[in-house]
């Protein structure tokens, strides 16, 4: 056999044995090799199934999840082409991983990603996960948000339901339908487009004026460890099923004077049964002046200063 491979290698020099084996891209994804499992969740874009990638068809395959995007009046496939450049880009503990993705007549209908088996935080969080439990998820939160503001992208759809539970004690942030690119020297993405947003999780600024920064994540991120203190108690949530369009500025100012009340009201009745210092957390991201708002670096060293 080696004399055989010899001869081989002489006749063809250029071709490496790498080469020369079918589906060497280990981000290609064939469809027919992909077998539904189940329905692992939908959000306002897309539905992800958790399903069986088998090419060898020989019980060695491998459970990924495969995110679909549904056919939204205003989504456009060169955001979903955004959505998985900018997946792919990303490579953290607390970030999702991106796998691959597939594609039908050139164009890409589906973006796999590792699967992460609890599901989201706001399926898994209950009244049986302590304090400690889910200060160590707000702060691995903010540690994946870190990376991604190292990378200057502005996440824009923070908030439970993105949020990816691995274990007890992993969580990864997922979604990034929304995510924005800011050029350096600039300090915000202004939002043109029509489209729906998750007002509850919005910043003033992000509402009046359409303005989205690295501090008006913080300001959702403030929103979301409001939800995991209250465990996602869907009685206690920001309506996440209100969307409106960006450029109805009757009704953004309408909802987001509800929502302000409304998070404002809940946050001071949840501060009797919580830390101080967890309760002053939110407050700081939730300060109307932006340069205020504290950054995800400075968070990650509150939650570590927080002693039970
Ligand atoms: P959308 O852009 O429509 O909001 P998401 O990417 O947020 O879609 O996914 C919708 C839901 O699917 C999530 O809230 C979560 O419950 C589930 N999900 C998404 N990605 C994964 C994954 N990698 N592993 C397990 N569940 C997932
Ligand atoms: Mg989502």
Redesign the pocket.
């Known amino acids: 056999r080696t004399v055989l491979r010899e001869l081989t290698e002489i006749k063809n020099p250029d071709i490496s044995p790498i080469e020369t084996l079918p589906d060497v891209n280990p981000n290609v994804f064939h469809k027919r090799h992909l077998k539904k499992i189940r329905d692992?969740?939908?959000?306002?874009?897309?539905?992800?199934t958790?399903c069986l990638y088998e090419p060898t068809n020989d019980g060695t395959g491998e459970q990924v999840?495969v995110?679909a995007l549904?056919e939204v009046k205003g989504q456009t496939s060169e955001s979903w082409i955004k959505e998985i450049d900018i997946l792919k880009s990303l490579d953290h503990s607390n970030i999702?991983k991106y796998k691959g993705c597939c594609t039908e007549m050139g164009q890409v209908v589906q973006l796999i990603?590792?699967?992460?088996?609890l599901?989201?935080l706001?399926?898994y969080l209950t009244k049986r996960n302590g304090l400690p439990q889910c200060i160590m998820f707000a702060q691995q939160i903010c540690e994946g948000m870190e990376y991604l503001h190292q990378k200057r992208f502005v996440h824009r759809?923070l908030a439970a339901?993105?949020v990816?539970v691995e274990n007890e004690n992993l969580v990864k942030i997922?979604?990034f339908?929304l995510t924005k690119y800011i050029p350096e020297g600039e300090i915000y993405y202004r939002v043109r487009e029509d489209g729906v947003s998750p007002v509850y999780w919005y910043a003033i600024e992000c509402l009046r004026e359409g303005k989205f920064s690295f501090s008006s994540d913080v300001w959702a991120f403030g929103v979301t460890l409001y939800e995991i203190l209250t465990r996602c108690d869907p009685r206690q949530s920001p309506r996440d099923k209100f969307v409106i369009k960006n450029g109805d500025k009757t009704n953004v100012g309408n909802h987001w004077t509800k929502s302000y009340r409304f998070i404002f009201s809940t946050y001071l009745m949840i501060c009797k049964y919580f830390y101080q210092q967890v309760k002053m957390v939110m407050e700081q991201c939730w300060n109307a002046d932006p340069a205020k708002r504290p950054t995800f670096e400075q968070l990650i060293g509150r939650f570590k200063d927080i002693r039970f």
């Open positions: 692992l969740g939908e959000g306002y874009f897309g539905t992800v958790l999840a995110k549904k999702v990603m590792e699967y992460v088996p599901g989201s706001r399926d759809d339901r993105n990816l997922g979604d339908g």
